[in-house]
């Protein structure tokens, strides 16, 4: 019996960056996972740094934490999201762990004298990288690896060389090199253009990779005689010239997709005979996000207002809980500066929640507290994650418990009263690299609470990204008053979970409840955070539903890019 070969697509993008070749790949992961198969993805990432957990979330996005504690791209978020599959470290190969194993090696001597050089040593790691999930699970059928950048940068070639050798290397049915790429509507001309996407495909087939599928990012479909002009001119049979046209919501790529025929492209490059997936699940959620019968405003209050893709994962997390609400959740981004200057009043008083999302540094952060005063004074529902319940705590020791000059360590060293420090095996720490509380921790709830109603077990587990911490000696301070610590970690040390008891819906995370949101299965606190959310505003205008007309977008991506 011939053992089992993993099959490998290598999905590469072309023309300009934010094509969406994230959600492209985890479409058609999802379609493949859905006809039957064992899938795994890779995403690698040409840049040096190690891992993006210090890189400026301005320049890259969120940093998303795996279970394992990893910090990886955002684009592994997409992955779990559409394949509802936990991901771990192997997903994620960037540049500088390829060239940190390789230089480790070289100075061991491991070398034995060579000279150690892009081709064979780097290329050759990585394609142990991209080996190595087939290894450690034999049965995957197919692995996913998205290139990241733009075909034709420096700093992508030993990637895209090493994807060649390893094709060279095997059965031909066994990979397949699909394309994305833009095809640009220009509205002066009324025409679709094709030249970038010749340039691009030109640019792969210079260095050996002729792609089988291409993808084409754009804004009207594509005519029969385009996507022959296409074919013909990137070496590529015209019906395998697929359109990737914008949507209103990225789930309903992978319908699109399925309905365009690209999985069963896929799986005839791949010699894969397999039955039809069944979407019914996924139609059912995107017909639910189209079609929501009552809309509420959630006010996010944070110092990134700008750059959405610094919160993707809580973004996503509110459609999840929105379409099990059969609810629009618009979105308002308030700066906490703003906050800080024009008071609370001038942005939050039509919101029916606010959530306060994780952050690092001092920016902001009274802004945070007076924002959270406001909503907890005017029962608002109220979400803290991370730095969130960290400013909740402040703001209730001063405003409730008298403790005026409360504050966090993080930001003020020299505090009287450091409701929020450093635990005391973490001071002295001055590595930023991986010094954090990273990864799923378990917690265990007490059984009175709202978190527990939401979840409906005592015993969870939730990814951290934080260095600071609850300071215990306030402990009894907090014990005569409605702020309750109801989620602990088991040893009873580490407070992951506070509420306010006299509010509709005040709750408090130290972890990141967004990071295990899916898309069939809404995050449980975000679900109920949601409904209080509705509850507020049905109680606010009376017992109507606030009509949803469509002045407003809906909050997410629509119209954004996939
Ligand atoms: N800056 C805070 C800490 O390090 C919170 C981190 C976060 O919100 N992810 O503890």
Same mark, same amino acid.
């Given at each position: 019996?011939?053992?089992?070969?993993?099959?490998?697509?290598?999905?590469?993008?072309?023309?300009?960056?934010?094509?969406?070749?994230?959600?492209?790949?985890?479409?058609?992961?999802?379609?493949?996972?859905?006809?039957?198969?064992?899938?795994?993805?890779?995403?690698?990432?040409?840049?040096?740094?190690?891992?993006?957990?210090?890189?400026?979330?301005?320049?890259?996005?969120?940093?998303?934490?795996?279970?394992?504690?990893?910090?990886?791209?955002?684009?592994?978020?997409?992955?779990?999201?559409?394949?509802?599959?936990?991901?771990?470290?192997?997903?994620?190969?960037?540049?500088?762990?390829?060239?940190?194993?390789?230089?480790?090696?070289?100075?061991?001597?491991?070398?034995?004298?060579?000279?150690?050089?892009?081709?064979?040593?780097?290329?050759?790691?990585?394609?142990?990288?991209?080996?190595?999930?087939?290894?450690?699970?034999?049965?995957?059928?197919?692995?996913?690896?998205?290139?990241?950048?733009?075909?034709?940068?420096?700093?992508?070639?030993?990637?895209?060389?090493?994807?060649?050798?390893?094709?060279?290397?095997?059965?031909?049915?066994?990979?397949?090199?699909?394309?994305?790429?833009?095809?640009?509507?220009?509205?002066?001309?009324?025409?679709?253009?094709?030249?970038?996407?010749?340039?691009?495909?030109?640019?792969?087939?210079?260095?050996?990779?002729?792609?089988?599928?291409?993808?084409?990012?754009?804004?009207?479909?594509?005519?029969?005689?385009? =996507?022959?002009?296409?074919?013909?001119?990137?070496?590529?049979?015209?019906?395998?010239?697929?359109?990737?046209?914008?949507?209103?919501?990225?789930?309903?790529?992978?319908?699109?997709?399925?309905?365009?025929?690209?999985?069963?492209?896929?799986?005839?490059?791949?010699?894969?005979?397999?039955?039809?997936?069944?979407?019914?699940?996924?139609?059912?959620?995107?017909?639910?996000?189209?079609?929501?019968?009552?809309?509420?405003?959630?006010?996010?209050?944070?110092?990134?207002?700008?750059?959405?893709?610094?919160?993707?994962?809580?973004?996503?997390?509110?459609?999840?809980?929105?379409?099990?609400?059969?609810? =629009?959740?618009?979105?308002?981004?308030?700066?906490?500066?703003?906050?800080?200057?024009?008071?609370?009043?001038?942005?939050?008083?039509?919101?029916?929640?606010?959530?306060?999302?994780?952050?690092?540094?001092?920016?902001?952060?009274?802004?945070?507290?007076?924002?959270?005063?406001?909503?907890?004074?005017?029962?608002?529902?109220?979400?803290?994650?991370?730095?969130?319940?960290?400013?909740?705590?402040?703001?209730?020791?001063?405003?409730?418990?008298?403790?005026?000059?409360?504050?966090?360590?993080?930001?003020?060293?020299?505090?009287?009263?450091? #409701?929020?420090?450093?635990?005391?095996?973490?001071?002295?720490?001055?590595?930023?690299?991986?010094?954090?509380?990273?990864?799923?921790?378990?917690? #265990?709830?007490?059984?009175?609470?709202?978190?527990?109603?939401?979840?409906?077990?005592?015993?969870?587990?939730?990814?951290?990204?934080?260095?600071?911490?609850?300071?215990?000696?306030? =402990?009894?301070?907090?014990?005569?008053?409605?702020?309750?610590?109801?989620?602990?970690?088991?040893?009873?040390?580490?407070?992951?979970?506070?509420? #306010?008891?006299?509010?509709?819906?005040?709750?408090?995370?130290?972890?990141?409840?967004?990071?295990?949101?899916?898309?069939?299965?809404?995050?449980?606190?975000?679900?109920?955070?949601?409904?209080?959310?509705?509850?507020?505003?049905?109680?606010?205008?009376?017992?109507?539903?606030?009509?949803?007309?469509?002045?407003?977008?809906?909050?997410?991506?629509?119209?954004?890019?996939?």
């Amino acid at each position: 019996m011939s053992e089992k070969r993993t099959k490998y697509i290598f999905v590469t993008g072309g023309v300009v960056s934010a094509l969406g070749k994230g959600i492209a790949s985890s479409s058609l992961g999802l379609l493949l996972k859905k006809r039957g198969l064992k899938v795994n993805m890779i995403k690698c990432d040409p840049y040096i740094n190690v891992d993006p957990g210090t890189m400026n979330p301005f320049q890259h996005g969120e940093v998303f934490v795996l279970d394992d504690g990893s910090e990886t791209d955002l684009d592994l978020g997409h992955y779990e999201r559409f394949l509802d599959q936990n991901m771990s470290r192997e997903n994620n190969v960037t540049t500088g762990q390829i060239y940190n194993t390789v230089i480790t090696r070289e100075r061991r001597g491991d070398y034995l004298g060579a000279t150690v050089q892009v081709i064979p040593h780097i290329t050759e790691e990585i394609k142990a990288c991209l080996r190595k999930p087939a290894l450690s699970n034999p049965d995957t059928d197919v692995i996913i690896v998205e290139i990241g950048g733009t075909v034709g940068d420096i700093e992508s070639q030993p990637f895209l060389e090493a994807i060649r050798q390893m094709a060279l290397e095997s059965e031909p049915e066994d990979t397949l090199f699909i394309h994305l790429t833009l095809v640009p509507y220009i509205g002066t001309a009324g025409e679709l253009k094709t030249k970038p996407t010749q340039h691009s495909v030109k640019a792969l087939r210079e260095i050996g990779i002729q792609p089988k599928i291409l993808l084409c990012r754009t804004a009207k479909d594509l005519s029969e005689s385009i =996507r022959k002009k296409i074919g013909l001119f990137c070496n590529v049979a015209s019906k395998y010239v697929f359109p990737a046209i914008d949507v209103e919501t990225i789930y309903e790529v992978p319908l699109r997709f399925h309905q365009d025929g690209l999985d069963d492209a896929v799986c005839k490059h791949l010699g894969l005979e397999l039955g039809e997936p069944d979407l019914s699940d996924w139609e059912n959620l995107v017909s639910r996000f189209k079609n929501p019968n009552q809309r509420v405003k959630i006010a996010i209050c944070g110092k990134y207002v700008n750059l959405k893709d610094a919160y993707k994962s809580i973004i996503e997390a509110f459609i999840h809980a929105g379409i099990e609400n059969d609810a =629009r959740v618009d979105l308002i981004w308030v700066s906490s500066e703003d906050i800080k200057q024009y008071g609370a009043d001038k942005f939050l008083s039509d919101i029916d929640g606010l959530l306060i999302p994780g952050g690092f540094g001092e920016r902001g952060v009274e802004g945070k507290i007076e924002a959270i005063r406001y909503v907890r004074e005017k029962n608002i529902p109220f979400f803290g994650i991370c730095l969130g319940m960290q400013c909740a705590v402040i703001e209730f020791a001063r405003n409730i418990c008298g403790l005026e000059d409360a504050h966090s360590y993080e930001f003020y060293a020299d505090t009287k009263k450091p #409701v929020i420090h450093l635990m005391a095996d973490q001071e002295g720490i001055t590595n930023l690299g991986g010094t954090m509380r990273l990864g799923a921790y378990p917690a #265990v709830l007490d059984e009175d609470s709202k978190s527990y109603a939401a979840y409906k077990t005592n015993g969870i587990s939730e990814r951290h990204r934080h260095r600071y911490e609850f300071n215990n000696t306030y =402990r009894e301070m907090y014990a005569d008053t409605s702020l309750k610590l109801i989620g602990m970690s088991p040893d009873g040390r580490l407070v992951e979970i506070i509420e #306010v008891v006299d509010h509709p819906w005040f709750v408090g995370v130290q972890f990141h409840p967004e990071l295990k949101s899916r898309p069939t299965k809404a995050h449980p606190l975000f679900r109920e955070f949601i409904t209080a959310a509705v509850a507020y505003t049905v109680k606010k205008n009376g017992s109507e539903v606030t009509s949803v007309s469509d002045e407003l977008e809906p909050a997410g991506h629509t119209r954004e890019q996939y």
